[in-house]
Every structure is written in C-alpha cells, then in structure tokens.
C-alpha cells in the first residue's frame, strides 16, 4: 500500500479563496484523522471519522472550516474564506479503528495563506 | 480525559549521548503507547509502540517500557546519532476507544 495520501504538497492561496485538502486512507482502515500544526500550538486534532462517519469535530476552529468523508477512501478538509492564520501544516492520518493499533501519517500538506 | 504529557524541548545532544524523553501519561483503562519521530518536512512516522504493562517497544537502537505503576513511557537511546535530529511525540490510545492523543512533541538536535 502507498500509504496516507495527501494533495497538494503545497498550496499558497490568497486571503478569503476557498482551500480543499484532499486525502486518502490506506485501504482497508476504519478511522481517519486530520491534524493541524504549527509551531505555536503544535500538533491539534482537528477532526476524526470512524466508518467515515464525524466522531468528533470540537477540534474544528470554526465554521469556516468543514471535513467531509462521502466515502471509505476519500476525505476533504475545506476552509472557506481562508484567513492568513489557517497558514499550517495539515495532515491527515488512518488507523483500523481498533483498540492497540496505531495510526499512520500522511506527508502533510503545507497551508500558506497570504 | 486522556492526556499525554512529555518533556519540553528543545534538547541539544553531542553524538553518541545517551537520550531520555519523558513521557507520562493519565488514563482510564489500559491504554497502547506510541512514540512517534517526524523528520524536517515529513509527516510522522511510527519509531515504536507497547500495548500493555510491562512491555518494550524498540527500533533503531530506541526503548521505551511502559511502566503502569509510574504511568510512565520514556523514550531511550545509549547511543545518538545525527541522523537521529528529529521531533519525538509520545501518544496513547485507549483500548477503549480510536482517538489518540498526543504531547506537545520534543525537538531533539544532535551534534557531531
């Protein structure tokens, strides 16, 4: 398997476009995480679905930003209008979905919104 | 709630020291205990995990032993590297639940 598979890499937009992150899970998992990081705050849970279905969203900033899963392979994170402080890292991760077992990171998609 | 608390970086190392990371955790139940590195400019990779009291995780020359009586899960190396220059994030999951939680993460720079 290819692993956690994000897009873009990079993506510089400007203040107040919409921004999609995209990912897909390895396939086969049950649980899929987004993450933000950045060096003030460090690694946040933004998001987390379990058979694709939002456990827990108290992460998400505002309501300027949604998460989607329409399926088992394919999740977005949108930010609409996007502000320079979403400027991140974003990363998705899956895991099975069962106790014990660990969760596996995607590269990450570098945010920088000017 | 579950939490993971780890030491506060950043720790500088001269090559071939000895590294410890701290990491105690609060719980309920049993939880499974993860450390994590993520190199400059890439996502973060699994190092080594423990699933129960007692147990060792180790790769790359790191240990960790999950300690229950001291809910503690301190990463080790007798021996570091350059190449070892990374950010070490120590994390749990519940064996109850699928949400992982983890530290703040532990910038560690190692020098020839």
């Known amino acids: 398997d290819a692993g956690v598979i994000q897009s873009p890499r990079h993506e510089v937009t400007e203040m107040g476009q919409e921004v999609t992150l995209r990912c897909k899970p390895i396939?086969?998992?049950?649980?899929l995480f987004w993450y933000r990081q950045t060096m003030m705050r460090g690694l946040e849970l933004l998001i987390y679905?379990?058979?694709?279905?939002?456990?827990?969203d108290s992460g998400m900033p505002e309501d300027r930003f949604s998460a989607k899963m329409p399926n088992a392979s394919f999740s977005t994170l949108k930010i609409q209008p996007s502000e320079p402080r979403d400027s991140a890292v974003y990363f998705c991760?899956?895991?099975?979905?069962?106790?014990?077992?660990?969760?596996?990171f995607g590269q990450g998609t570098r945010l920088t919104v000017v | 709630g579950d939490s993971v608390t780890q030491m506060e970086g950043p720790v500088t190392l001269s090559e071939e020291a000895f590294l410890t990371i701290n990491c105690t955790y609060t719980?309920?139940?049993?939880?499974?205990l993860f450390w994590y590195v993520q190199y400059p400019g890439e996502g973060l990779q699994l190092l080594l995990k423990?699933?129960?009291?007692?147990d060792k995780g180790s790769n790359k020359g790191f240990e960790a032993t999950y300690r229950k009586e001291t809910t503690s899960f301190h990463l080790e190396k007798g021996s570091v590297q350059v190449s070892d220059s990374a950010v070490y994030f120590c994390?749990?999951?519940?064996?109850?639940?699928?949400?992982?939680?983890f530290g703040t993460g532990t910038s560690l720079t190692v020098i020839p």
């Open positions: 994390a749990l999951i519940s064996n109850t639940g699928n949400q992982f939680y």
């Open positions: 423990a699933t129960k009291a007692d």
């Open positions: 719980a309920t139940g049993y939880p499974s």
């Open positions: 679905f379990n058979n694709n279905v939002p456990i827990d």
């Open positions: 396939s086969g998992h049950n649980s």
């Open positions: 991760a899956s895991s099975l979905g069962v106790p014990n077992t660990e969760a596996f």
